[in-house]
């Protein structure tokens, strides 16, 4: 299924009006900030969000997993969701696969239907935590880590295949998240776990072309519930620190203990040049997968303040992060949760474009709490839902594209497409 242009012409001017209305009113409110909104919408423009291969299905959990019918069973569907996404909203340009979910059968046709909508290939994940059917040994006490060479052996193979798929689609990073760790005190000597993790990455980032990337992912717990071997993004950054120039950390917002001021951590990968990209949802107890924004949007906007700061640092040395998402969805239709969270990071990252950088390092340089938080939250608290909706309008996008994905019954054509009990491979 395709969402022709001529759609969204006709389903927009129903709206028109009305956006144009709130639109020119923003306007006049930045304007007299002395900003340039035309700067701001082609940056917000140019902000392209790669969407999750694993992500296009219902995801569950251990207790149940409800699907919703009509989901991509192949490769090619995927791509033609993400398709569907960035017909809705041009900022999902870009999709992130996971090996061996995902292995291209036919790279040349992959790459022409990648391309048929639009699409580029963001970072490859590797799996070195589930064990396949044909595999040699299991990764059921670690993978990288493991005891036994020849089990880092097969690990390290895995994600060098990885990174031959990803060479042959156009990536140009690779994602390693290592379930790695112990469930029991005095299971696992932690020195040597996280020896041997650093020698295997070794081999893995020798491996990788002369212009990739190798992000490293932590996480404090899950699947074990004792240690995690790169439990945090201390230990993250070592490791990247360790491996090289083109080793970075990668940071899932739902990869942090309760109160975790992420914020700060961006700040501080990126003063060291070492922030590589983020897998961008939102959670209240856990790794939740939740959608971006839905519960703690405020953290969201202050972590984009620290990434415009460090963005528009012009002394600045970190390179541009890699902006995926990685959210798994039980209850939502997953491809108006995607949409949900698409415009949650285009919002955060709006809003903190908006803040007067000057007035707020001369508040903080003369401790002043108040004046630098009435600048923060004048920012957040500006809705700029009529400047992502105009930056929309301005790429051939919807204006309102939840209720274009409704008003096109989206769903109830791909399940008669697909078929109710379609299935799609992830999380
Ligand atoms: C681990 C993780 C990792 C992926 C997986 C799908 O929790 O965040 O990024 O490989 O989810
Ligand atoms: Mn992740």
């Known amino acids: 299924m395709r969402i022709d242009e001529a759609f969204i012409q006709t389903h927009n001017g129903k709206t028109l009006s009305d956006h144009r209305e709130s639109f020119t009113y923003l306007c006049g409110k930045l304007e007299k900030r002395a900003l340039d909104v035309d700067r701001l919408i082609d940056k917000i423009q140019g902000f392209q969000i790669a969407i999750p291969s694993w992500a296009l299905g219902t995801g569950g959990t251990r207790f149940g997993r409800f699907p919703g019918g009509g989901e991509p069973r192949s490769l090619e569907e995927k791509m033609d969701d993400v398709g569907l996404l960035h017909a809705l909203n041009k900022a999902s340009g870009a999709i992130s696969l996971h090996i061996p979910w995902d292995i291209?059968?036919?790279?040349?046709?992959?790459?022409?239907?990648?391309?048929?909508?639009?699409?580029?290939?963001?970072?490859?994940?590797?799996?070195?935590?589930?064990?396949?059917?044909?595999?040699?040994?299991?990764?059921?006490?670690?993978?990288?880590?493991h005891t036994s060479e020849a089990v880092r052996q097969q690990a390290i193979e895995h994600n060098l295949e990885v990174i031959r798929h990803g060479v042959a689609l156009g990536s140009k990073a690779l994602t390693v998240w290592l379930a790695d760790g112990s469930s029991f005190p005095g299971q696992t000597n932690f020195r040597k776990a996280l020896q041997r993790t650093l020698d295997s990455l070794r081999q893995i980032y020798a491996g990788m072309p002369e212009d990739w990337k190798l992000f490293v992912e932590y996480k404090p717990y899950e699947p074990y519930f004792?240690?995690?071997?790169?439990?945090?993004?201390?230990?993250?950054?070592?490791?990247?620190?360790?491996?090289?120039?083109?080793?970075?950390?990668?940071?899932d917002l739902g990869h942090h203990l309760p109160n975790t001021n992420i914020e700060q951590i961006v700040a501080t990968l990126m003063m060291r040049g070492k922030l590589g990209g983020f897998h961008f949802n939102d959670s209240k107890f856990g790794d939740d997968d939740l959608t971006v924004g839905a519960l703690k949007p405020y953290q969201l906007f202050l972590i984009f303040n620290e990434l415009v700061e460090g963005m528009e640092d012009p002394e600045g040395i970190n390179p541009a992060p890699a902006w995926?998402?990685?959210?798994?969805?039980?209850?939502?239709?997953?491809?108006?949760?995607?949409?949900?969270?698409?415009?949650?990071i285009q919002m955060a990252y709006a809003q903190a474009l908006l803040i007067d950088r000057k007035v707020l390092e001369s508040a903080r340089e003369s401790n002043d709490p108040t004046l630098a938080q009435e600048i923060l939250q004048d920012a957040y608290r500006t809705d700029v839902r009529p400047l992502i909706a105009e930056a929309r309008l301005r790429s051939g996008a919807a204006l309102r594209p939840i209720e274009a994905f409704r008003s096109l019954e989206v769903r109830k054509q791909l399940i008669q497409e697909r078929g109710a009990k379609a299935i799609s491979t992830g999380l």
């Not at 589930?130 to 993978?143: E, I, L, R, T, V």
């Not at 201390?234 to 970075?248: I, K, M, P, Q, V």
């Not at 039980?330 to 491809?335: F, G, H, I, T």
């Open 324 to 344: 995926m998402i990685d959210a798994s969805h039980n209850l939502k239709d997953p491809l108006e949760d995607l949409l949900q969270s698409v415009e949650a």
């Open 104 to 145: 291209p059968s036919d790279v040349a046709a992959i790459k022409a239907h990648a391309a048929s909508h639009g699409l580029a290939f963001d970072a490859v994940n590797s799996n070195t935590f589930q064990d396949q059917p044909d595999q040699a040994h299991s990764y059921k006490f670690g993978s990288l880590c």
């Open 226 to 251: 004792y240690s995690t071997v790169i439990q945090d993004w201390g230990t993250s950054h070592l490791l990247a620190t360790e491996l090289g120039e083109r080793a970075f950390t990668l940071v």
